[in-house]
């Protein structure tokens, strides 16, 4: 199909910050509720921006981008998922593994979520987190992140 | 010329017409190209964090408010119904 782009209307640099803000608060929402789906409403926010990054082919450098813009030094890391939760989740929480393991999740679905499903319906559909996960390491290896 | 689609939220729409329409009435005669004028003003909602772009589900890029514009106006409608209810009183 051919892809329709956006290129005219160019992501600025204050975009891209605002997009990371906008994900952090998601973050401290999610931690400061016991709400047990708002794990799902962060990662979801980081699927959507990486998704239509990634229609855009951009979603290695954007991510490259939002890496520059962190207090370095900063971890190389090629993936644009964990690159975005690296920027966005508290390292204190997400360490290496559990960014690792989330970043596998959302390339998951980024190959097998239908459009019209929301990622905690997929996620729970397909046995949760963990199982998403390792079906992607099943499925393709595991690749650095 | 042609006219790109742009696809927004019925929030993002009306702030993108608005800033076509200022554009428009504060010229004399000169053209205004109408798809520059949405695409700069989308520009400036996404770097203030008031427009977020994303996927839908046909595949189009699209545009919508941000949670932070939502309550910005979600307040606003609360303090105007405030007022209002106090004059009413």
């Known amino acids: 199909m051919l ?59 954007y991510a490259r981008q939002a890496l520059q813009l962190q207090r370095q030094p900063v971890p190389k890391i090629a993936d644009p998922f964990a690159a975005i939760i690296f920027c966005t989740a508290n390292p204190e929480k997400v360490d290496f593994k559990v960014r690792s393991k989330w970043a596998r999740l959302l390339r998951y679905a980024k190959v097998f979520k239908d459009p019209d499903e929301s990622l905690s319906d997929f996620v729970r559909r397909r046995g949760g987190i963990n199982k998403c996960a390792a079906r992607y390491a099943r499925y393709f290896g595991k690749s650095v992140t | 010329m042609p006219t790109t689609n742009f696809h927004m939220d019925k929030i993002i729409r009306e702030l993108v017409e608005e800033s076509w329409e200022w554009d428009r009435l504060g010229r004399t005669g000169d053209f205004v190209d109408k798809n520059r004028v949405f695409s700069e003003t989308l520009v400036e909602l996404e770097s203030e964090g008031d427009a977020m772009r ?7 890029i699209c545009w919508k408010a941000t949670p932070q514009l939502r309550d910005y106006l979600s307040d606003l409608r609360t303090d105007a119904l405030e007022d209002f209810w106090q004059e009413d009183a």
């Open chain 2, 54 to 60: 994303f996927l839908d589900s046909r595949g189009r």
């Open chain 1, 3 to 61: 892809q329709q782009r956006t290129a005219d209307v160019p992501f600025s640099l204050e975009a891209l910050k605002a997009s990371l803000e906008r994900l952090q608060t998601e973050w401290d929402k999610c931690q400061s509720s016991r709400d047990r789906d708002g794990i799902y409403r962060y990662l979801e926010s980081v699927f959507k921006l990486v998704e239509w990054w990634a229609y855009e082919r951009k979603a290695k450098e």
